[in-house]
């Protein structure tokens, strides 16, 4: 099984809301991810978990905040967004972080700020 | 620090064709994964396939094969008898240097249009 699930598919929030991305893997990886992606671009990395702890943080605004509860579970809390904000949050999992592992996606979230 | 370029920003071509999209990459690891992936429109991506740099013999997966060439970097993707649901985005990928923990470093795709 090599499933990376998302929820939910698609938020629509405003300014002033908080709520958050939720992602599970259940493949025993060690190493979780969140990117963003615009439309047609790559994804961009945001933020790096190893082993529960976070060991990248791509200088991502704080309105942005992650948490990895346990080795399965990956979260997102979103405060205070701006509509630049808006674009697909893509969830990741790899065996372990590092240069052998390749990474498997789950859906991604939509997430529109207005 | 490391970069992948994918010199085509679209392509299209006819069902059953042959097409073969572009990458060229620079890092400074000698023993590397190299990745295509695929993003269909509004779908999940997906790992098409993956290439040891040690291993000389190139990967392929039923349709899918690359062409790894290891001294001139390049590491393209043919894709054979195209069809309707090759129609995506494809990136080229890199995993990070060092064994750190770190993401994947991507080209800026490829837009593959299949045309019935």
């Known amino acids: 099984d090599t499933e990376v699930t998302q929820t939910p598919k698609h938020l629509v929030m405003g300014m002033t809301n908080k709520k958050s991305l939720k992602c599970e893997q259940h493949?025993?990886?060690?190493?979780m991810y969140w990117y963003k992606q615009k439309a047609k671009k790559p994804p961009e990395l945001m933020f790096v978990?190893?082993?529960?702890?976070?060991?990248i943080n791509e200088s991502v605004p704080s309105r942005f905040s992650p948490e990895c509860p346990n080795s399965s579970l990956l979260n997102l809390h979103l405060h205070a967004l701006q509509p630049e904000d808006s674009a697909l949050y893509l969830c990741?999992?790899?065996?372990?972080?590092?240069?052998?592992?390749?990474?498997?996606f789950g859906p991604g979230t939509r997430l529109t700020v207005t | 620090a490391q970069t992948v370029t994918q010199s085509q920003p679209e392509m299209s071509v006819q069902e059953a064709e042959t097409v073969t999209l572009s990458c060229t990459y620079d890092?400074?690891?000698?023993?590397?994964?190299l990745f295509w992936y695929k993003q269909p429109p509004s779908r999940q991506m997906i790992l098409v396939i993956r290439?040891?740099?040690?291993?000389?013999q190139n990967a392929t997966e039923n349709r899918f094969s690359v062409n790894f060439q290891k001294a001139a970097k390049s590491f393209s993707l043919k894709i054979s008898d195209s069809q309707l649901g090759d129609t995506a985005m494809y990136f080229c990928?890199?995993?990070?240097?060092?064994?750190?923990?770190?993401?994947?470093?991507f080209g800026k795709g490829t837009h593959l249009i299949i045309q019935p």
């Open positions: 990741a999992s790899s065996h372990q972080a590092g240069a052998k592992y390749e990474q498997y």
């Open positions: 493949m025993g990886h060690r190493a």
């Open positions: 978990y190893s082993y529960e702890k976070l060991s």
């Open positions: 890092t400074s690891e000698n023993n590397y994964y």
């Open positions: 290439q040891e740099a040690y291993k000389q």
């Open positions: 990928a890199i995993p990070p240097e060092g064994g750190g923990a770190d993401g994947l470093t």
